[in-house]
């Protein structure tokens, strides 16, 4: 998926889950931000594997938002669970959309991708790029939960 996507889409999540009323504009576009610098593999011609992978984009967000729930404000936690789930949803999507991702870079660089089409009478029903774009969806439409979660995750 392309770099324009990826800015866009958590960019309209955010905003529809009016998470930019707590953040800001700013801090909404800063964390839409973050999801297109992974795409920074392709522009310094990396092997879309520096960033592309589940250590960057699940590993390390997860340790922030770990940090940030012993350590940090509502505002940084909730801030960090946007990074985790933007970051997340980025190599998901391209995992779905027709590119490789080297899932477990550093460890080994193996491509990985899921492509498939389910057609029904030369009509195509359901296709990987769908299916990614369900998961990229379901992943942001956590931010419209954003608070509950945290206040859940607090409680417990
Ligand atoms: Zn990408």
Redesign the pocket.
């Known amino acids: 998926?392309d770099?324009l996507f990826?800015f866009i889409f958590p960019l309209m999540a955010a905003l529809a889950a009016r998470i930019h009323m707590k953040h800001g504009v700013i801090g909404v576009l800063l964390m839409a931000l973050s999801a297109v610098l992974?795409?920074v593999?392709?522009l310094i011609g990396l092997p879309g594997a520096m960033f592309?992978n589940l250590f960057f984009t699940l590993a390390v967000p997860f340790t922030i938002l770990s940090i940030m729930y012993t350590w940090g404000r509502e505002t940084e936690r909730q801030a960090a669970m946007c990074l985790l789930l933007f970051l997340f949803s980025?190599t998901v999507l391209?995992l779905f959309s027709g590119?490789t991702v080297a899932l477990f870079y550093p460890i080994t660089g193996q491509q990985y991708a899921i492509n498939f089409n389910v057609t029904w009478g030369g009509y195509q029903i359901i296709s990987s790029s769908g299916i990614g774009l369900l998961i990229f969806f379901s992943i942001l439409l956590v931010c419209f939960f954003l608070q509950d979660i945290d206040r859940y995750m607090v409680k417990y």
């Open positions: 998926m770099s990826h992974i795409d593999d392709h592309h980025h391209d590119g």
